[in-house]
Nanobody
Framework: VQLQASGGGLVQAGGSLRLSCAAS???????MGWFRQAPGKEREFVAA????????NYADSVKGRFTISRDNAKNTVYLQMSSLKPEDTAVYYC?????????????????WGQGTLVTVSS
């Protein structure tokens, strides 16, 4: 599996962006996640979704503002980000792990995309 993230950019506080993560290869039964890493900080969990979409988990910091979804026919996962804040500024990475259970630690994901930068100005 290979992952390609896109959709990052510069947006004003309160604005919205949608990130996409296109996967190549077999992703059946893969859980997909989004993580982010701000300058000088550790990589942190943002959201994850199981293959069926039944299981979804969000970090407390993004609940109610971000929505993760996936289109298995297109092998693509999305992260719709709304009400963006300057503290959401980071490089966002998509990741994949085999299995249907949500995990929030980066070490449990086997495959990573290259990252896309999101900058939120105040």
């Amino acid at each position: 599996v290979q992952l390609q993230a896109s959709g990052g950019g510069l947006v004003q506080a309160g604005g919205s962006l949608r990130l996409s993560c296109a996967a190549s290869g077999r992703t059946i039964d893969y859980t997909m996640g989004w993580f982010r890493q701000a300058p000088g900080k550790e990589r942190e969990f943002v959201a994850a979704i199981s293959w069926s979409g039944v299981r979804i988990n969000y970090a407390d910091s993004v609940k109610g503002r971000f929505t993760i979804s996936r289109d298995n026919a297109k092998n693509t996962v999305y992260l719709q980000m709304s009400s963006l804040k300057p503290e959401d500024t980071a490089v966002y990475y998509c990741a994949a792990r085999q299995g249907t259970y949500i995990r929030v630690t980066s070490g449990e994901y086997e495959t990573w995309g290259q990252g896309t930068l999101v900058t939120v100005s105040s």
